[in-house]
């Protein structure tokens, strides 16, 4: 049985009406069909080959070297159908102007997020140098990312036709709802993740040809919305409401958020799950932007060779990192300082972690924290325990969720995180038993489960998280091919 909740809810559940013909051919249908045991899939759910949205020779090479790594044959398949997933079914590649366009929905749901469209390709970036037409896709998703970034730099989903209006519910949300902008909910990481990809594709390739005057004018425009989001002089321009007044889809105070002291930090009024920050100082994505910034200031700096727009970047990473220093930390009631995962600035600071990425427990995966980082080890383990309210210990796993798809729903993707982020075998088997198990014999990572309930599930088309699962096996691979040797 899937989770299927009213589009008058969140961006994940906000389903997509009258999706286009082309987008439902590229659904993975099989996950609807009969399914097997949970996590005994054998055979294929990828679509027909001339049904896939983008092959790539050096991504089918990939698989096939790493799936013939597997000894685990459900955990095998699970890989092969996942890995591509996001080539299979979401890439839309065009031109515009000459120059490489690649459109990137999220699954279900026929919208372009900034951070889902990152993470999705991120996977792939090690492949670049062997396949061009896969660099093309790279220019073009970054390309891409910067026009909509252009559109509005407060925006976090956008749609494919830059001057058509929302079709999602987003279109009655009282804010700025300009054309071409799906949904506007401000949320730090998603100018963060197009930095990080930027970064990993030039250090992979360094091909200059995405890193044009207008990617140039986009990244300025998103550091200096970073600056007016630390609100130092005024609340600047950005207010948000919606009609839909439950809490996590508002702001308060008319749009504004809860209020701060402005102590260099800046504000997220949303956090990566598309739900409204209790405090507005996110401490996960204002870590990742420190490391974003930075990321940025190199490409200025090596492809570009723009000294000042690198030396801009700099100085707003070291403000920021010294308010995190000064600010974003609280104490873990045993006499030690965790990372909080939001504060204020007034003192006030709140502990819990959310299994959308940046998350506290993904810190290492975004260059936000050394994986062997005291304070950051502190701060995972005290997420993975009872102190963290969203975190659920069930039947079927234990895992952290959030409050997005409500109390007692494991999201994969933090047992994914806990697998990259661990160097303990034990520990990893068991989140590999645990992905493999709570499939539901769909083949695929699901957006959340039922703690006791693999079959209760939300959405069976969700690229960000079977990316995720593929970026695990190839982590795996490289620091622990042991146990990939081994059987779940």
Known sequence: MTDRPSA????????????????????PGTAFAATLAPGEATASRRPPRNQRRF?????EREISRVKARIADPGLAQLFENCYP??????????????KPDTFVITGDIEAMW???SSAQLQTYVHLCRQDPALRRLFQGVIQRQARCILIDSYANAFMADPTAK??????????????????????????CYPMRLAHAYWSETKDTVPFDGLWAKAMARAVATMREQQRKTNDGPYKFERVNRHATETLMLK???????????????????????TLPFLIPSNLFA????????????????????AADCIALADEVDAALKAHGQMDDGKGSKVWAFEVDGFGNAIFMDDANVPSLSALPLLGAAPRTDPLYRRTRALAWSTRNPYFFTGTAADGIGGPHKGLGMIWPMSIIVRAMTSDDDT?????????????????????????????????PWFAWANGLFGDLILDLERRRPALLAERF
Not at 85 to 98: Q, R
Request: hydrophobic share 40%; aromatic share 6%.
């Open 8 to 27: 008058s809810l969140g961006r994940r559940d906000l389903l997509i009406a009258g999706a286009s013909s082309a987008s439902l051919l590229a659904f």
């Open 55 to 59: 092959v790539s020779p050096a991504v």
């Open 85 to 98: 997933n996001t080539l299979d079914t979401t890439v839309f590649t065009s031109t515009i102007d000459g």
């Open 114 to 116: 900034l951070r889902d």
């Open 166 to 191: 929302s079709n999602l519910g987003a279109i009655t949300d009282m804010t700025e709802m300009r054309p071409g902008v799906a949904e506007r909910k401000w949320e730090l990481d998603s100018l």
């Open 255 to 277: 749009g504004i958020g809860a209020p701060t002291s402005k102590v260099g930090l800046i504000h997220s009024m949303f956090r990566p799950s598309d739900d409204a920050c």
């Open 290 to 309: 420190v490391a974003a910034l930075r990321m940025l200031a190199k490409i200025h700096a090596e492809a570009r060779h723009d000294t000042a727009a």
């Open 427 to 459: 520990e990893i088997r068991q989140c590999l038993k645990w992905l493999k198990t709570t499939d539901a014999g769909t083949g695929f990572i699901h957006e959340s489960f039922d703690k006791d309930d693999p079959a209760r599930f939300s959405r």
